[in-house]
Every structure is written in structure tokens, then in C-alpha cells.
């Protein structure tokens, strides 16, 4: 009687031991994460990485389009004053901050709200950013934002190093960790 009961305890052990069939694997390389085009035909974009609200301080990209458009110039090409052009210009926009739409949405920027001059060197050590303004003391969804928008401007990869040199120091080398 005593051996059923020690038989019967040990069955449940010796199945979940067994794994019910699943067996071991190595690990499976995936590659890459999958990129999409988000442009539809006929626009022009750039991404810049918001603040969202509601996800504790995630930095989020958002496109940016520059629509064709029959504007009396020639160019067909609308985007508030000036068309984009590249990483200085993306870092420009991500400055002046969300737009209403983004607002809207909850998104919001750490960064400071004012007219900042933006240099930018690509090299193939990756992004060198300098700017006009203290960096050392901006929070980490902010560095975030710098470091993701200028290396998305340099690949849509993000996986660039991105230096931030600003009037009192340095912040990076670092990655985009979105």
C-alpha cells in the first residue's frame, strides 16, 4: 500500500521531469528586427523619437512628412519653410518639439524648448552631434531622443553611436536603445 503511494506521488514528478515531449533546442538566431517603410508614395519623412505619456517616460519615433504639393516654386516640395535635410534638420525639428497633432496624442519632448544651433559630423566612428547648450544634465528619455533621432537620420537601423558635445561636456558615445 505504502509502495502505490509512493509510486503514485513520483508519477506527476516523472512526467513534468519529462517535459511532456518538449525537448531542448539551441538557440534560434532570428536575424535582424523587421523594417518597414512607413512613407507612403509621394511623401518624404523623417523620424523623430517624442516622450509618450501614458508608457513612464518611452521614447517614441514619430514620421514626419514633407508632402508634394503645387506650391508656385517649382519644386512641388512643402514642408514649412524648408524641406528636410538630414540629421541637422531632423535634431532641428526634434527641438522645436511635438507638433499638435503630437501633442495630442500624448507626446511630449524632455528636451529644452528653445532655438538651438546643431552641428553634426558623420564619420565612420558615427554621429557627432555638437550643440549650443548644456547635455551632461539631460535626463535619460532626453538622451534618448538625441541619440535615436540623429542615428536614425544617419540609417534607418538606429544601431549608429551617436556623441553629444554641448557647452558643458560630453554624453556618449551611445546607442539608440529603442
Do not use: H
Amino acid at each position: 500500500m505504502r509502495r502505490g503511494r509512493v509510486l503514485g506521488a513520483l508519477l506527476p514528478l516523472t512526467l513534468l521531469a519529462a517535459g511532456c515531449g518538449i525537448r531542448a533546442t539551441e538557440v534560434v538566431e532570428a536575424g535582424e528586427p523587421a523594417i518597414v517603410q512607413v512613407a507612403p508614395a509621394g511623401q518624404l519623412g523623417m523620424v523623430l523619437y517624442f516622450v509618450s505619456s501614458s508608457t513612464a517616460s518611452r521614447v517614441m519615433p514619430v514620421v514626419r512628412y514633407a508632402e508634394w504639393a503645387e506650391n508656385g516654386s517649382g519644386s512641388g516640395l512643402t514642408y514649412g519653410e524648408k524641406p528636410p535635410a538630414g540629421a541637422a534638420k531632423a535634431l532641428g525639428l526634434l527641438f522645436a518639439g511635438p507638433n499638435r497633432a503630437e501633442r495630442d496624442a500624448g507626446l511630449r519632448s524632455e528636451l529644452p524648448d528653445r532655438r538651438i544651433k546643431i552641428g553634426v559630423e558623420l564619420s565612420a566612428q558615427g554621429v557627432r552631434v555638437a550643440l549650443n547648450t548644456q547635455v551632461t544634465g539631460l535626463s535619460e528619455p532626453a538622451r534618448q531622443q538625441l541619440f535615436c533621432t540623429a542615428a536614425q537620420a544617419r540609417t534607418a537601423d538606429r544601431g549608429e553611436a551617436v556623441t553629444v558635445t554641448g557647452t558643458d561636456g560630453v554624453i556618449g558615445p551611445a546607442r539608440c536603445a529603442v
